[in-house]
Protein backbone atom coordinates (compact mmCIF):
# COMPACT_ATOMS: atom_id res chain seq x y z
CA UNK A 1 0.00 0.00 0.00
CA UNK A 2 1.22 3.35 -0.94
CA UNK A 3 1.05 6.53 1.79
CA UNK A 4 3.21 9.04 2.40
CA UNK A 5 5.68 7.68 5.61
CA UNK A 6 6.30 4.88 2.90
CA UNK A 7 8.55 7.29 0.69
CA UNK A 8 8.66 11.03 1.89
CA UNK A 9 11.81 11.18 3.52
CA UNK A 10 13.18 10.06 0.24
CA UNK A 11 12.42 13.45 -1.32
CA UNK A 12 15.36 15.63 -1.22
CA UNK A 13 16.65 16.87 2.11
CA UNK A 14 13.89 15.82 3.81
CA UNK A 15 16.58 13.52 5.84
CA UNK A 16 18.75 16.25 6.44
CA UNK A 17 16.13 18.40 7.75
CA UNK A 18 14.92 15.58 10.25
CA UNK A 19 18.53 14.97 11.31
CA UNK A 20 18.01 18.87 12.54
CA UNK A 21 14.76 18.37 13.98
CA UNK A 22 14.20 20.13 17.21
CA UNK A 23 16.59 19.03 19.79
CA UNK A 24 13.47 19.93 22.74
CA UNK A 25 11.22 17.64 21.05
CA UNK A 26 14.21 14.93 21.08
CA UNK A 27 14.83 15.55 24.98
CA UNK A 28 11.11 15.13 25.52
CA UNK A 29 10.42 12.39 23.64
CA UNK A 30 13.47 10.21 24.92
CA UNK A 31 12.34 11.01 28.34
CA UNK A 32 9.36 9.40 27.57
CA UNK A 33 10.81 6.48 26.28
CA UNK A 34 13.80 6.47 29.47
CA UNK A 35 10.34 6.50 31.87
CA UNK A 36 9.41 3.49 30.23
CA UNK A 37 12.53 1.53 30.13
CA UNK A 38 12.82 1.98 33.76
CA UNK A 39 9.95 -0.49 33.53
CA UNK A 40 11.19 -3.39 32.24
CA UNK A 41 13.09 -5.86 34.81
CA UNK A 42 15.42 -7.40 33.86
CA UNK A 43 16.62 -4.02 31.78
CA UNK A 44 17.22 -5.10 28.14
CA UNK A 45 20.50 -5.87 26.60
CA UNK A 46 20.00 -5.64 23.30
CA UNK A 47 17.36 -3.65 21.23
CA UNK A 48 15.97 -3.01 17.37
CA UNK A 49 15.23 0.50 16.77
CA UNK A 50 12.94 0.47 13.50
CA UNK A 51 12.11 2.55 11.65
CA UNK A 52 15.39 4.47 13.03
CA UNK A 53 15.29 7.82 11.10
CA UNK A 54 18.53 9.54 11.62
CA UNK A 55 19.48 7.07 14.86
CA UNK A 56 18.61 9.77 17.26
CA UNK A 57 16.45 7.09 19.76
CA UNK A 58 19.62 4.40 18.42
CA UNK A 59 22.08 6.77 20.01
CA UNK A 60 20.47 6.89 23.63
CA UNK A 61 20.28 3.37 23.92
CA UNK A 62 23.66 3.06 22.93
CA UNK A 63 24.97 5.26 25.37
CA UNK A 64 22.45 2.86 28.38
CA UNK A 65 24.62 0.00 26.81
CA UNK A 66 22.34 -1.49 24.75
CA UNK A 67 23.13 -3.57 21.63
CA UNK A 68 21.40 -2.02 19.04
CA UNK A 69 20.44 -2.98 15.93
CA UNK A 70 19.25 -0.16 13.46
CA UNK A 71 16.19 -0.52 10.83
CA UNK A 72 15.33 1.61 8.03
CA UNK A 73 13.16 1.27 4.81
CA UNK A 74 13.77 4.73 3.30
CA UNK A 75 17.70 4.70 1.82
CA UNK A 76 18.34 8.16 2.98
CA UNK A 77 17.50 7.78 6.83
CA UNK A 78 19.83 5.03 6.90
CA UNK A 79 22.45 6.65 5.46
CA UNK A 80 21.94 9.48 7.94
CA UNK A 81 21.97 6.76 10.43
CA UNK A 82 25.29 4.80 9.22
CA UNK A 83 27.03 8.48 9.51
CA UNK A 84 25.62 9.19 13.04
CA UNK A 85 26.58 5.61 14.75
CA UNK A 86 29.13 4.02 12.66
CA UNK A 87 32.12 2.90 14.68
CA UNK A 88 30.20 3.14 17.95
CA UNK A 89 29.99 0.64 20.74
CA UNK A 90 27.27 -1.97 20.68
CA UNK A 91 26.40 -0.34 16.94
CA UNK A 92 24.97 -3.53 14.96
CA UNK A 93 24.56 -1.89 11.58
CA UNK A 94 21.23 -0.83 9.73
CA UNK A 95 18.95 -3.04 7.71
CA UNK A 96 16.72 -2.26 5.40
CA UNK A 97 13.47 -3.08 6.95
CA UNK A 98 9.67 -3.14 5.25
CA UNK A 99 8.14 -3.30 8.69
CA UNK A 100 4.78 -3.87 6.89
CA UNK A 101 5.92 -7.42 5.34
CA UNK A 102 8.60 -7.89 7.66
CA UNK A 103 11.17 -7.90 4.64
CA UNK A 104 15.21 -7.70 5.97
CA UNK A 105 14.27 -8.37 9.31
CA UNK A 106 17.33 -8.37 11.54
CA UNK A 107 17.29 -11.05 14.10
CA UNK A 108 14.87 -10.65 17.27
CA UNK A 109 15.76 -8.52 19.95
CA UNK A 110 15.10 -7.77 23.72
CA UNK A 111 13.41 -4.60 23.19
CA UNK A 112 12.40 -2.61 19.73
CA UNK A 113 11.95 0.85 20.00
CA UNK A 114 9.51 1.88 17.58
CA UNK A 115 8.68 6.01 16.93
CA UNK A 116 7.08 8.41 14.95
CA UNK A 117 5.84 5.73 12.50
CA UNK A 118 2.17 4.48 13.30
CA UNK A 119 0.70 7.77 13.46
CA UNK A 120 1.68 7.50 9.32
CA UNK A 121 -0.32 4.20 8.63
CA UNK A 122 -3.54 4.89 6.98
CA UNK A 123 -5.90 2.22 8.76
CA UNK A 124 -6.35 -1.26 10.64
CA UNK A 125 -5.30 -3.29 8.14
CA UNK A 126 -1.76 -1.68 7.68
CA UNK A 127 -1.31 -1.21 11.01
CA UNK A 128 -2.06 -5.31 11.88
CA UNK A 129 1.05 -6.07 9.42
CA UNK A 130 3.21 -3.68 11.31
CA UNK A 131 1.85 -5.11 14.63
CA UNK A 132 2.90 -8.45 12.96
CA UNK A 133 6.48 -7.56 12.47
CA UNK A 134 7.05 -5.42 15.33
CA UNK A 135 5.57 -8.92 17.60
CA UNK A 136 8.15 -11.19 15.25
CA UNK A 137 11.13 -8.76 16.19
CA UNK A 138 10.79 -8.92 19.77
CA UNK A 139 11.83 -11.69 22.42
CA UNK A 140 10.29 -9.19 25.33
CA UNK A 141 9.07 -5.77 24.38
CA UNK A 142 7.99 -3.01 22.26
CA UNK A 143 8.05 0.77 23.10
CA UNK A 144 6.10 2.48 20.47
CA UNK A 145 4.52 5.74 19.98
CA UNK A 146 1.25 6.93 18.69
CA UNK A 147 -1.12 9.97 18.15
CA UNK A 148 -4.31 10.88 20.70
CA UNK A 149 -7.01 12.23 18.83
CA UNK A 150 -8.43 14.18 21.97
CA UNK A 151 -5.75 16.94 22.08
CA UNK A 152 -5.54 20.07 21.61
CA UNK A 153 -2.63 19.90 18.80
CA UNK A 154 -4.97 17.41 17.22
CA UNK A 155 -7.66 19.70 17.23
CA UNK A 156 -5.89 22.65 15.34
CA UNK A 157 -4.71 20.41 12.92
CA UNK A 158 -8.31 19.29 12.18
CA UNK A 159 -9.25 23.06 12.11
CA UNK A 160 -6.49 23.78 9.10
CA UNK A 161 -7.27 20.84 7.05
CA UNK A 162 -10.98 22.42 6.87
CA UNK A 163 -9.34 25.85 6.22
CA UNK A 164 -6.90 24.16 3.40
CA UNK A 165 -9.19 21.63 2.38
CA UNK A 166 -5.91 19.56 2.85
CA UNK A 167 -5.77 16.27 3.08
CA UNK A 168 -3.27 14.96 6.16
CA UNK A 169 -1.14 12.23 6.21
CA UNK A 170 -1.19 11.32 10.27
CA UNK A 171 -3.59 9.48 11.56
CA UNK A 172 -4.56 9.11 15.34
CA UNK A 173 -6.03 6.09 17.60
CA UNK A 174 -6.99 5.80 20.85
CA UNK A 175 -5.34 3.59 23.67
CA UNK A 176 -8.15 1.25 23.41
CA UNK A 177 -7.55 0.89 19.79
CA UNK A 178 -4.14 -0.02 20.43
CA UNK A 179 -4.21 -1.89 22.82
CA UNK A 180 -6.82 -4.23 20.84
CA UNK A 181 -4.96 -4.39 17.64
CA UNK A 182 -1.36 -4.89 19.38
CA UNK A 183 -3.84 -7.83 21.29
CA UNK A 184 -4.31 -9.55 18.00
CA UNK A 185 -0.66 -9.45 17.21
CA UNK A 186 0.63 -11.02 20.72
CA UNK A 187 1.33 -8.33 22.81
CA UNK A 188 -0.11 -6.75 26.11
CA UNK A 189 0.46 -3.19 27.15
CA UNK A 190 1.92 -2.46 30.05
CA UNK A 191 1.95 1.50 30.22
CA UNK A 192 0.59 4.45 28.39
CA UNK A 193 2.50 7.69 28.83
CA UNK A 194 1.61 11.17 27.21
CA UNK A 195 3.90 13.77 26.45
CA UNK A 196 1.65 16.46 27.89
CA UNK A 197 -2.31 14.82 27.98
CA UNK A 198 -5.10 17.27 26.63
CA UNK A 199 -2.34 19.69 25.09
CA UNK A 200 -0.01 17.19 23.05
CA UNK A 201 -0.98 13.90 20.73
CA UNK A 202 2.04 11.94 20.95
CA UNK A 203 1.79 9.28 23.45
CA UNK A 204 3.96 6.24 23.85
CA UNK A 205 3.39 2.76 25.38
CA UNK A 206 4.59 -0.02 26.79
CA UNK A 207 4.18 -3.39 25.56
CA UNK A 208 5.22 -7.52 26.45
CA UNK A 209 4.94 -10.53 24.56
CA UNK A 210 1.68 -12.31 25.58
CA UNK A 211 0.35 -15.89 25.68
CA UNK A 212 -2.61 -15.08 27.91
CA UNK A 213 -5.42 -13.01 27.73
CA UNK A 214 -5.34 -9.93 26.05
CA UNK A 215 -6.25 -6.17 27.86
CA UNK A 216 -8.02 -3.84 25.71
CA UNK A 217 -7.24 -0.87 28.03
CA UNK A 218 -8.56 2.03 29.51
CA UNK A 219 -10.83 3.97 26.41
CA UNK A 220 -9.16 7.06 27.26
Known amino acids: MSYA ?42 AIDAPCGTGRIAEQLLGRGLA ?11 AETERRLEGKAGYGGVHALDLETGEGA ?32 TKGHVIVSF ?18 GKRGDRHTQRPSALSREAAAAGLR ?3 FVPLARWRREFWVALLET ?11
Open 210 to 220: DAGDPSTGEDL
Open 106 to 137: PAPADLVVCLRFLHHLPDGETRARVWKTLRAL
Open 189 to 191: VVR
Open 147 to 164: HHPVSAHNLSRLFRRLLT
Open 68 to 78: VTCADLSPAMR
Open 5 to 46: GRSKYDEPGRAGRYRERSERRNREEWALVEELLRQIDPAPAS
